[in-house]
């Protein structure tokens, strides 16, 4: 390794030390300003001073507004979150101070966990958010949020379902006044509604051509315009002849229709069939928006517009063999079973695999008769692949790599799964599929455009495999100068647990035979030798991990 990948690796090392002395200062702010509200507030409390215009609080935030040079709002900010990680939250407070979260999601953990004073689940939400804080990986600002939804969803749905009904009592538009002549709009609505507000805006603002000089978010504000007022929303490249406009927009008289693309909206919200039911309370999952509670998902689930898709496994029951009777002879060791080569579908030397069912029925569902003839059922693997193309993921392998990420898989992203790529961690071999990736959720994942881009193009390296300790899929992403970090310490996977209990077929295809290679050719190509070097890569670098945590354990 050279100087320069050298100092790249002590400067990155840096930047994660400061940001956990980062946290820590701020445990050291939060403390502090606690502190200093039990010395100069609480003596007071039940007396005539605290119905003063300039109360104790009041008093107390302006002598830490002066001493940071803050203002008077951001003081009294500053000491109600220290109050709540002090009573509300301590265990969250330690692993601040221990370095283990960033101080930026401070305030969004404060503010989601408000309404859990008074709550007999205060304690055991604080001590779910501190151990999943302790994991190996990373956060990003959705994934925190997420998780600290579910954590409160799951244990108090009571709490949620009546602070949701008083927030659909607060929707509503606002307009305000902003600088050089431009106004502001705000509005409040239900998450779904909004989100296929933006889905229509955003399909309209990506309906130009690529020679429309407007930015992205110039068009969704031209399109919000549009929309609302029944205009037409048109495309404003230059008028060249050489390049015609290539946009796909519907342009019809606006007292016909509203200006808009033709297209469906579709928006993707997970659930397990319990909570669908009413018979658990588990919160769901609204693409583009984040954790919903369970009350909110049979709310969506009972519009008229609707569709219900169930994933899973389905189970067959083994036909019994006949009994024959046959001579009394010497024991022999059965003979593996074959696959027939004639049956339709079959591959030679590739079986169908049937794995058994998770949970063993119960007694009732066996047949009478025979315990002999009794064989429990199995269950039906889901196609990994597309019929004749094994690089493509079958639809339902689609959508449960999107179920399950929730996010791009990159430290730190938040883009949406369903507007993501999916990517084969190591590299499908399309000469060799054998000896290549294989289209499996155990090694494919999805990233945004650019993070996908980003890792094919350049020297960036990912690896894929389940945790020894834990059991659950680890990614890991290691800089070109070999510093490694944890992909997302949150997903689907924590979120929808039976997630774990869906089978996917494994099979990889027959290689067949390789086309002939020209005396004065390579041997192998470029992409070919560049995938082989990073599979050995991956491997040298599982080995040092491996072998550093053995030496020095996560705390967890």
């Not at 002066?66 to 969250?92: F, G, K």
């Not at 490249?237 to 927009?249: R, V, W």
């Not at 066996?366 to 094994?390: H, K, M, N």
Request: aromatic share 6%.
């Amino acid at each position: 390794m050279g100087p320069e990948e050298l100092r790249a690796n002590e400067l990155l090392h840096d930047s994660e030390l400061a940001r956990a002395q980062q946290g820590q200062l701020e445990w050291k702010r939060y403390t502090v300003a606690a502190e200093l509200h039990a010395l100069l507030v609480e003596p007071s409390a039940g007396t005539e001073a605290e119905m003063r215009a300039i109360d104790p609080f009041a008093q107390c935030a302006a002598r830490l507004s002066a001493s940071q040079e803050i203002t008077q709002h951001t003081a009294e900010l500053q000491i109600n979150r220290a109050l709540a990680l002090r009573d509300r939250l301590p265990e969250v407070n330690a692993r601040l101070k221990a370095g283990r979260v960033a101080a930026e999601y401070i305030p969004d953990i404060v503010s989601r966990t408000e309404l859990i004073d008074g709550s007999p689940h205060r304690a055991d939400i604080d001590q779910a958010i501190a151990d999943a804080l302790s994991r190996r990986g990373s956060w990003s600002k959705n994934r925190m949020r997420d998780m600290v939804d579910a954590i409160i969803f799951r244990r108090d749905p009571d709490l949620v379902r009546q602070a949701r009904e008083d927030a659909k009592n607060r929707r509503g538009v606002w307009g305000s006044h902003a600088d050089h002549g431009m106004a502001v709009l705000e509005g409040q609505s239900t998450a779904e509604e909004m989100t296929m507000i933006m889905a229509r805006l955003e399909k309209l603002a990506t309906s130009t051509c690529k020679a429309d000089p407007r930015r992205k978010a110039d068009r969704m504000a031209d399109a919000l315009f549009a929309t609302v007022m029944g205009r037409e929303f048109g495309c404003q490249c230059p008028d060249d002849p050489k390049h015609p406009c290539t946009a796909e927009i519907v342009t019809v008289p606006a007292d016909q229709v509203i200006s808009g693309v033709d297209v469906k909206i579709v928006l993707h919200v997970i659930t397990d069939q319990a909570t669908l039911e009413g018979a658990a309370e588990n919160p769901g999952f609204l693409d583009g928006h984040g954790v919903i509670s369970a009350a909110h998902v049979r709310d969506i689930a009972d519009r008229t517009e609707t569709v219900v898709r169930p994933m899973g496994n389905k189970t067959a029951q083994p036909e019994p063999e006949s009994k024959q009777p046959e001579p009394e002879s010497e024991p022999t060791e059965p003979e593996p079973a074959q696959p027939n080569p004639e049956e339709p579908g079959s591959k030679p030397g590739k079986p169908t695999v049937y794995m058994r069912s998770p949970e063993n029925p119960p007694v009732g569902d066996f047949p009478e008769g025979d315990s002999d003839t009794v064989t429990a059922p199995f269950v039906v693997p889901l196609p990994a692949t597309q019929p004749g193309d094994e690089y493509r993921p079958s639809v339902v392998l689609d959508s449960y790599i999107r179920i399950r990420d929730c996010y791009c898989m990159w430290p730190g992203c938040d883009k949406k799964a369903w507007g993501a790529d999916l990517d084969h961690t190591h590299e499908y071999n399309h000469q060799n599929p054998d000896a290549g990736g294989c289209t499996h959720p155990s090694e494919m994942k999805t990233l945004c455009r650019f993070h996908h881009l980003l890792k094919t193009y350049s020297d960036w390296l990912d690896d894929q495999y389940p945790d020894p300790r834990t059991g659950r899929p680890r990614l890991i992403f290691t800089t070109p100068e070999g510093r490694s970090y944890d992909g997302p310490a949150w997903t689907g996977d924590d979120l929808f647990p039976t997630l774990r209990l869906i089978v996917f077929d494994n099979q990889r295809g027959s290689p067949g035979r390789p086309p002939p290679t020209a005396p004065d050719s390579r041997q192998k190509s470029r992409t070919v030798v560049k995938h082989a070097r990073r599979q050995q890569e991956r491997l040298h670098n599982r080995r040092l991990r491996e072998e550093q945590e053995r030496n020095d354990p996560p705390p967890y």
